[in-house]
């Protein structure tokens, strides 16, 4: 597949500034992280700061299902591309 083949997602700049806002608080976890390892604190305490990225994450994707969900899929049904529910079974095999 070539780089020209890819779909893409047209976001209003309200759902881009809102998701990108919470990336760039999972980037700061992250980084928090290494600080920690580098730091050498206690194994418990990275160990919670890593959770917590974890469902920060998890926030983030249902976030990015809902508006693929409420927008891509939506649109690709008004307009009868039917495969894309093939693709969303696939999709939620994948990110399961």
């Not at 890819?6 to 700061?28: A, F, P, Q, V």
Request: hydrophobic share 40%.
């Amino acid at each position: 597949m070539k780089v020209t083949d890819l779909k893409k997602t047209y976001r209003s700049e309200e759902m881009t500034k809102k998701l990108t806002k919470r990336i760039n608080i999972i980037e700061g976890q992250v980084k928090g992280i290494k600080q920690m390892v580098i730091d050498d604190r206690y194994c418990g305490d990275i160990l919670i700061q890593v959770a917590a990225i974890n469902r920060a994450l998890k926030s983030l994707s249902n976030e990015i299902l809902k508006n693929h969900l409420t927008t891509c899929v939506v649109e690709d049904i008004k307009n009868e591309k039917l495969e894309v529910i093939d693709e969303v079974i696939d999709l939620f095999n994948k990110i399961k």
